[in-house]
Every structure is written in C-alpha cells, then in structure tokens.
C-alpha cells in the first residue's frame, strides 16, 4: 500500500522508517488488551482485562461521529459519517507514526473502510540542549509566551520554524529576533508608513491603481507568484516555506518604496506616478493580509482595518488589482507588533525554563541517556537530500590557541586559523574532556564555517568544532591530517 500511494505517508523519511523498522522485519502479533493496570475500557466477560489504549483511541477518529454505520445505534446519522471519513489529512508527531500508519490502516481495512489520504508526521520543537522535558527541567510553555506576546507572534513563530520533515529548534533569542525583525520590523513597519504616506500625500484615501511606475511590474508579479507559492505550500503543510512566500512579498514591497521614493515622486510634482505607488503599496498590503489568514488570527483584521477596507479577501479568488479606490485609512497608524527589548525578553523567557532545584532531574536526564544509547543500535538515521547536505559549508582549521573560560563550566575559547587573515573564534562545551586546551593546539580540525554567530558567556562563537561521541559518552575532537591546508573545503 505504501508503495502504491506512496503521498499516503508524508514526508518520505517517516515511510522510510516504518518499512525498514517494522514492515520489512515482519510484524509481530500485537495484544490488543492490558492486565498490568485498570484504567481503560473493560473487556466484556473479562474485566482482568482492559482495551489496549491504541485500540479505542484509533478508533475515536470515526466513533466521535457518532455515525459509525456498522453500529445500529448510531445508524439515525449515516450523513456525518459519508462527510467527514475519510480524512484528507491527519497530523501526527513522528514519536506516534507507527500507530497511525501501521495499526491504525491494519484496523480500517479490516473493516472495510477506507484509509486517510494522507499522514502527516511532523518533528519535534526541542531545546537547543534536546528535547523539551520536565526531567531536564528545560520547558518552556507556550500558554506563557501568548500571555506576553500575544497569541499571532507565538502561532507565526511555531509555524516559521517548523521545517518540514524535521524538528525546529526553540531558543529565547529566535523568537526575540523573529519578532522583532519578521514581524515588527518587516511587516509592522511596512504598514505604518503606508498609511503615514497614504495619509499625507493622499489626504487618506487609496487611489486608483494604475501602471505608471517602472517597478511595479515587478512587484504585481512578486505577488501573484507569492499566491500561487503560498497556495501550493500550504497544500503541502509546508508551513515554514508558505510563509517564506509572504515574507518574499513583504520584502519585495520595502524595497517598492526604496525604489520608488515618494516623497522625491511629491517634490517633483509627479501627481500620478505618487498616486500609481500609494495604490500599488496598499494592494500589496492587502495581499499580505489575506495570506496570513490561516496563520494569524488577529493582525490579518488589524491591516484591513488600517487600510480602510470592510473585510479580509478569501485566498481562493486573490487579485493583486482588485484593491478598491477611494477608500480611506485610518488617520494615524497602530503598531501590529510592538518592538521587544532584545535583552530583556531574552531574560525573561530564559526565566520561563524549569529549574531543577533538587537535582532528581539530572538523574532521571543520565538514564534516559543511557537508554537512548541502547536504543540508538535499532534506530534508523532519518535521509536526507544532498541540497540539505549542500547547506553545510565544512572547512579546515588549524588550533592557534586554547583558553578556558573562567566564567564558564564548560567552555573552552580556541583562537582558529580558517585560511582567511584574521581567522575566527569558537566556543565549544568540551572542557570535561579536554581540561587542558593545549593539547589541541596545532592540530588540524573540522569546523562548520556558516553557522549563525552566537554569543556565549559574553564571547563570540563564530562557528563549530566538529567531535565524535563514544558509546560510553566521551567527547573526541575530529582531527584532520598535518597535510591538510587550513581553509581547505571539506566536501
């Protein structure tokens, strides 16, 4: 079946693991019933027994109808039933595929009823540490964040840092960052000068959209590409690359008003051009605004009630050109996200991770490492394409320099010669294994040269050094041979 439909299971690595990890080692007899407790749904003659709970929660896909045909009790409302099963779409986390795409079809086609037509297993939002976890004491809730941030900037940052197929990685300073830049800066800022340049060269009212300008051609088809984009994405629940086309949009129409400059278009007299741009500016903006329905619950609305407009476009029928004339924007702009202080939130946030005062944590965190060890012989190591391979940018670096930092644990700072004149500077957490840097120093080592710069204990990493973990858990830096140049590409 699997084969046969192979959209059935998306994205193609989760299949992968099913028939590698299950399907071609033959599947065993599973009981369908428990004994080691009592909460469940009691076995009729037997109530030793109780359901086993992937039984009756499967089935709660089709029985929450209240419709189930076979059932005579529910045979008043065979309509729900033929509506809505079967699904299009079920979403899942990866931790339950086997459930859903093994048991789950196992039961439907027994029953001679027909399979979802898709089955999405989506990743994991982790810690840069690993995964979020009570026992690690590193949980951060996202009830927490709305309450402070407001319900679109947790909803668009869960949304854009999901990439498809694997997990995203949640840090205070990501979401900080994508607030401030993505959402008030990009989006935020593009609307309040359109209606501050609506309001003083237009006397607030949108003009007529017209082709006057050079650019605007340009930017109509950066928008109906990005409807088409979006679209297409969002079938796909490629949430973080729909998003990108809106963002695509966003950018494009900073850069309009870059270009155009209206307040040159107005001291030069050009009436028409400056109308033409004002248009074009808010059409975009409209765009925008319906795009983001399906992310955004409330600042879709907030734009539309900016620019004047009764109501949000649906997606299904979007016309860059069908921007209404006449209609007047608000007199002075609200802000959709206000601007966060960088360090503060960050602080904040970083104060919201559970702290683990007794240290039962750590001891629960060991055994769950060792038996993530134990596990990790009959785990399958998720395919990846070469373009994701291609990202990484790995180079040659030879150790000048090793110094432990006094205000860290863990941290060693290594001075590295890349290749370039001024080379660079990277932090690593390897000073349990390595107390004495110098041992380090001169040795060739793998680095990846196109990691985001971050700061650490008030220094500056500007990449990472690439080790090895052995089964008993020491760290091993992965050293290069003497002949090879420092700079030299590693591909």
């Known amino acids: 079946y699997y084969h046969d439909h192979p959209e059935f299971l998306q994205p193609e690595s989760r299949m992968n693991e099913m028939i590698s990890n299950f399907i071609k080692p033959r599947l065993e007899d599973l009981a369908l019933t428990r004994t080691s407790f009592n909460w469940g749904i009691p076995v009729p003659g037997d109530e030793k027994h109780v359901i086993y709970v992937w039984i009756d929660a499967l089935s709660f896909s089709f029985t929450a109808l209240v419709s189930y045909p076979y059932l005579p009790v529910f045979a008043h409302q065979p309509d729900l039933f033929k509506k809505f099963w079967p699904a299009n779409l079920q979403l899942v986390g990866k931790e339950i595929v086997r459930f859903h795409t093994i048991y789950w079809p196992i039961m439907l086609h027994a029953l001679g009823l027909p399979l979802p037509g898709e089955v999405l297993g989506h990743g994991w939002l982790v ?42 990685v949640f840090s205070p300073e990501d979401f900080v960052n994508r607030v401030n830049f993505d959402l008030a800066n990009d989006l935020g800022n593009l609307l309040n000068r359109t209606i501050s340049m609506i309001n003083r060269y237009e006397n607030g009212q949108i003009p007529k959209l017209d082709k006057l300008l050079p650019e605007d051609r340009e930017l109509e088809e950066t928008a109906s590409q990005a409807v088409e984009n979006f679209k297409d994405e969002m079938e796909k629940v490629h949430t973080a690359d729909a998003l990108e086309a809106v963002w695509t949009l966003i950018r494009r129409t900073n850069k309009y008003i870059d270009e155009t400059e209206p307040w040159v278009l107005d001291k030069n007299k050009q009436r028409a051009e400056l109308d033409d741009a004002m248009a074009h500016l808010a059409a975009s903006l409209r765009v925008v605004g319906s795009l983001l329905q399906p992310v955004l619950t409330q600042a879709p609305k907030k734009i539309f009630d900016q620019l004047g407009l009764p ?47 007794k240290g039962k944590g750590r001891a629960r965190m060991e055994a769950a490492k060792e038996k993530a060890r134990e596990e990790l012989q009959n785990e399958t190591v998720e395919e990846i394409n070469y373009d994701d391979f291609a990202k990484l940018r790995l180079i040659a670096g030879k150790i000048k320099s090793g110094e432990i930092l006094k205000n860290s644990k863990k941290l060693i700072k290594w001075q590295i010669d890349d290749g370039s004149e001024d080379g660079r500077q990277i932090l690593s957490g390897i000073r349990e294994w390595y107390p004495d840097p110098s041992v380090l120093v001169g040795k060739k080592v793998v680095i990846v040269a196109n990691l985001k710069a ?3 204990a008030g220094e500056i990493s500007q990449g990472m050094i690439l080790c090895a973990e052995n089964s008993d858990g020491k760290v091993i830096v992965s050293e290069l041979p003497d002949e090879v140049e420092a700079g030299a590409v590693i591909n």
């Not at 109501?311 to 966060?340: H, M, Q, Y």
């Open 454 to 456: 971050r700061k650490m």
């Open 127 to 168: 810690m840069k540490n690993g995964k979020m976890s009570k026992s690690k004491g590193n949980v951060v809730y996202p009830e927490t964040l709305e309450s402070r941030y407001g319900l679109d900037a947790v909803r668009y940052y869960l949304l854009r840092s999901m990439p498809f197929g694997n997990d995203g």
């Open 311 to 357: 109501e949000v476009e649906p997606i299904s029928n979007l016309n860059f050109a069908d921007i209404p004339s006449g209609v007047k924007v608000v007199e002075r702009p609200t802000p959709l996200f206000p601007r966060l202080d960088v360090k503060k939130e960050v602080e904040f946030i970083s104060g919201l991770v559970q702290k683990d005062t």
